[in-house]
């Protein structure tokens, strides 16, 4: 298989990331438009609770199997890499199944006592086939993953991508004359064929490496006492080690999960408190969740592939107690999630209503956005450095410092959401006050644990980039000549902000030529420029 250096494997991921982003947006201001903010929220309803069944059968097995596969591929024990795929396939197809039929056999109470609103059963039913699928992709995924190789994950995920947003839509409006419920099943089920394919594609990426690398599958073990009890061992050597990784990172990823479940509950319970009635509140919810929070973590394209070319890097390193490559990587990743994800913040915030009113066609979605925009870049270096942490074997500190944020979310949305004067803007500070908590907290943990430093003249020099991007945006929205096509008005500000942002991270040197090297295509090119 062909292994990607860190900063390749990154550029591979975010580019697959980026389109997906922008891809995404299209059902993002479709949907809306095909079964409306209440039918969104219908449709975000039951996703909480999938999250926390997704989590229990996968959780932190895709970060295991990336790991284990990167250190027994370091060590150059191929066969052992194919045997932690089989061991992991039959463990989360096993959970998968048990869990479907859980949820489709408990799906009436759970829909109708658990969650704020009954509409959601047949969004919940649409949703059930989904936990083998994705069950499947994340062993793969993680296989990949641990190789190195970022390709076939980057690629499955584009195609998944393009296949939902068409079958979303379509069955959305296949069904949406039958009740908006069933428009948000429909939109469901077109997510659901998504991953199909996108298991499929991964499938035939793995045959086509295998069928190129000349192996077939390991034949099985010949039928001797002795040889199954080596084979016996192994597996369960491999399961041990496996839950000795994942289990931490599945409390870590279960408390958000519950967190996110929580949250779907405690907001819709608390502003039915406050006076609002429950459409009102569902489609509020659906706009935050639906349309406020997509936008906010478009930049989160980078951040993901960060992490996840983090994991088996730092493993690798780790393993040879390379603590400077550590800290290199780490520095890379910061400033590569600081110096990406700033200029979006500065867009959502200074032109928050006409961004919402151009996508949405709804201001009240603008000012929400507005008030989360400033503290997104919390959420942008919290992925590095929670995978990070789980890379270096402190899953359980990862976990902590998740479960401190949510308890402090959750007593916020109890408290102000319920208030009639903060509504639904109490559970928007509520998840502010929840990321900047746990950012901190995992940036302390990975400080005092291999004595990081964060280079801080580089926060300093993006916060006063971000300040002359925002004035030249606000500057060129104001005065440039195309108030009568709102559209056009939008782009040449946004144009002109980028612009000035491109040439400023160049001057303070955030960002250098020598940077530019290392991305594919890119890197190329200019060396061959500097040889004429």
């Known amino acids: 298989m062909n292994k990607q250096s860190f900063i390749k494997g990154t550029l591979i991921l975010l580019a697959a990331g980026i389109l997906n982003r922008i891809l995404g947006f299209i059902p993002r201001i479709a949907l809306p438009r095909i079964i409306g903010p209440e039918g969104v929220g219908i449709y975000q309803l039951g996703y909480p609770f999938f999250i926390v069944l997704v989590t229990i059968i996968t959780g932190g097995i895709p970060l295991a199997i990336a790991k284990m596969v990167a250190e027994a591929e370091g060590a150059g024990k191929r066969d052992a890499s194919k045997q932690i795929l089989q061991v992991s396939l039959m463990l989360t197809l096993t959970a998968g199944t048990l869990f479907m039929g859980l949820s489709l056999l408990l799906a009436p109470w759970v829909t109708g006592v658990l969650l704020p609103d009954e509409r959601v059963f047949q969004t919940f039913i649409s949703m059930t086939p989904m936990l083998i699928i994705i069950a499947v992709s994340s062993v793969y995924r993680g296989y990949f993953q641990g190789k190195q190789n970022m390709i076939p994950s980057a690629s499955s995920s584009v195609i998944e991508t393009i296949v939902r947003i068409v079958c979303m839509l379509w069955f959305a409006h296949l069904l949406m004359p039958k009740g908006i419920e069933y428009g948000a099943a429909g939109a469901m089920l077109g997510t659901a064929v998504g991953e199909l394919i996108g298991m499929v594609a991964l499938l035939l990426q793995y045959a086509g490496e295998e069928r190129r690398n000349g192996k077939l599958l390991p034949k099985s073990p010949p039928p001797d006492t002795s040889g199954l009890k080596e084979s016996a061992d192994t597996t369960r050597g491999i399961l041990k080690r496996l839950a000795g990784i994942a289990i931490p990172v599945t409390g870590g990823r279960m408390v958000g999960s519950f967190s996110y479940l929580l949250e779907t509950i405690l907001t819709n319970r608390s502003l039915a408190l406050a006076g609002i009635a429950t459409t009102v509140a569902t489609a509020q919810y659906g706009a935050l969740q639906g349309m406020v929070i997509p936008l906010l973590l478009l930049p989160g394209a980078l951040t993901v592939s960060l992490a996840i070319s983090l994991v088996p ?41 006409p961004l919402c009113l151009l996508l949405y066609d709804n201001r009240e979605v603008g000012t929400m956005l507005k008030i989360m925009a400033p503290f997104a870049l919390f ?54 006050v929840n990321s900047v908590a746990v950012t901190v907290l995992h940036g302390f943990s990975l400080s005092r644990l291999i004595g990081f430093r964060f280079r801080w003249l580089d926060y300093i020099k993006t916060a006063a980039v971000m300040l002359i991007m925002g004035a030249s945006i606000l500057y060129g929205y104001n005065h440039l000549p195309f108030s009568t096509q709102p559209w056009l008005q939008f782009l040449t500000s946004v144009t002109v902000g980028f612009a000035v942002y491109l040439a400023v991270i160049f001057m303070t040197r955030l960002v250098t030529p020598r940077d530019l090297e290392r991305v594919p295509v890119v890197g190329a090119w200019l060396n061959r420029s500097s040889r004429r």
Do not use: C, W
Not at 318 to 330: E, F, G, L, P
């Open 313 to 353: 890097s730092l493993s690798e390193a780790s393993a040879r107690n390379d603590r400077v490559t550590i800290h290199k990587r780490m520095n890379q990743s910061l400033r590569l999630a600081l110096v990406s994800g700033a200029p979006f913040a500065v867009v959502m915030y200074v032109l928050a209503e």
């Open 379 to 432: 959420l942008y270096v919290q992925s590095p450095l929670q995978a990070a942490l789980q890379a270096l074997d402190r899953p359980g500190r990862a976990l902590v410092n998740t479960l401190i944020g949510a308890l402090i979310k959750m007593s916020l949305i109890v408290y102000l959401a319920s208030n009639p004067a903060f509504g639904i803007k109490g559970a928007v500070i509520a998840i502010l």
